[in-house]
């Protein structure tokens, strides 16, 4: 998050799930199932979604459609291990501005 907000995109924390209440209800939080755990915006206004993994994790089914469905509509999307892949995202003349 700290690179990108310093690469200057506006960048939030999307912590998806469900939770029951005391009722014992569900209550699903975060944007949708699959939905990347950073949204944002770059400098230049394109949406971005970072799906961040471990450098062995791998991305769900639905973490997939999620990413191919951002970059489908012209937004910027993908998987990041470290914070040097999540600027990589960016197209270069973001990141060197």
Known sequence: M??????????????????????????????CVGSSDLIGITPDGEFLAVEIKTPTGRATPEQTRFINAVRSRGGIAGIARSPADALALLPQTKTNE
């Open 2 to 31: 700290l690179a990108l907000s310093d690469a200057g995109c506006l960048i939030w924390r999307n912590n998806t799930g469900c939770l029951k209440n005391q009722a014992g209800i569900p209550i699903k939080f975060g944007l």
